[in-house]
């Protein structure tokens, strides 16, 4: 079966964050994306996710937050090259949007749904800036997961990072990669 969205879905890949170049989606085009991106199922219209936006110097400030935890969080001290590879990390792409998982305290809304909620609208803000033609990737590297980074980013005990999502013009077109073996993955219940 083929049809434009069958097609745009098949051929869909992510762009490595270091071959994403500017232009990146305009300010008008990234409201579009992330009001897209949030589309997703939402048990009880919670929510339970939030966005923040790194472009332009944004970028160069959080990577010095990046090399400050870098310092303060590793076992040995890094290198200075380390040093300018953390500073450097949001600048591989013009645009990187955070997806904040918010769980929210609720009856009824398991926890586990919400932090898939969250998933989907790291995908679905992916699919959304591909529609519009920029490549994206979707990662979270050891910064999602450093006290010091989720300080910086005023994160609450119950928040914790779903993705960063890199965005800009794709330098090439991504390789596709082997894909999974359907006939290992799919069982028709009773077996």
Same mark, same amino acid.
């Given at each position: 079966m083929s049809t434009?969205?069958?097609?745009?879905?098949?051929?869909? =890949?992510?762009?490595?964050?270091?071959?994403?170049?500017?232009?990146?989606?305009?300010?008008?085009?990234?409201?579009?994306?992330?009001?897209?991106?949030? =589309?997703?199922?939402?048990?009880?219209?919670?929510?339970?996710? =939030?966005?923040?936006?790194?472009?332009?110097?944004?970028?160069?400030?959080?990577?010095?937050?990046?090399?400050?935890?870098?310092e303060t969080e590793?076992?040995? @001290?890094?290198?200075?090259?380390?040093?300018?590879?953390?500073?450097?990390?949001?600048?591989?792409?013009?645009?990187?949007?955070?997806?904040?998982? +918010?769980?929210?305290?609720?009856?009824?809304? @398991?926890?586990?749904?919400?932090?898939? +909620?969250?998933?989907?609208?790291?995908?679905?803000?992916?699919?959304?800036?591909?529609?519009?033609?920029?490549?994206? +990737?979707?990662?979270s590297e050891w910064?999602?997961? +450093?006290?010091?980074?989720?300080?910086?980013?005023?994160?609450?005990?119950?928040?914790?990072?779903?993705?960063?999502?890199?965005?800009?013009?794709?330098?090439?077109?991504?390789?596709?990669?082997?894909?999974?073996?359907?006939?290992?993955?799919?069982?028709?219940?009773?077996?």
């Amino acid at each position: 079966m083929s049809t434009p969205i069958f097609d745009f879905l098949g051929q869909r =890949r992510s762009a490595k964050p270091d071959r994403l170049a500017e232009p990146g989606p305009t300010p008008d085009e990234l409201r579009q994306i992330l009001k897209t991106g949030a =589309r997703v199922p939402d048990h009880k219209k919670l929510a339970p996710w =939030r966005f923040i936006v790194f472009r332009d110097e944004a970028r160069r400030t959080m990577g010095e937050v990046f090399a400050k935890a870098c310092e303060t969080e590793e076992r040995e @001290p890094p290198s200075p090259v380390r040093l300018d590879m953390e500073r450097a990390r949001f600048m591989r792409a013009p645009v990187v949007v955070a997806v904040v998982s +918010s769980i929210r305290n609720r009856p009824g809304v @398991p926890e586990w749904e919400q932090i898939l +909620s969250a998933g989907a609208v790291c995908f679905n803000t992916c699919l959304a800036a591909n529609a519009l033609g920029f490549g994206t +990737s979707w990662i979270s590297e050891w910064i999602a997961y +450093s006290p010091s980074v989720r300080a910086a980013l005023g994160l609450s005990e119950k928040e914790r990072i779903a993705g960063f999502i890199y965005m800009g013009q794709p330098m090439d077109k991504p390789d596709d990669r082997e894909r999974p073996d359907m006939d290992k993955l799919v069982t028709e219940w009773p077996a």
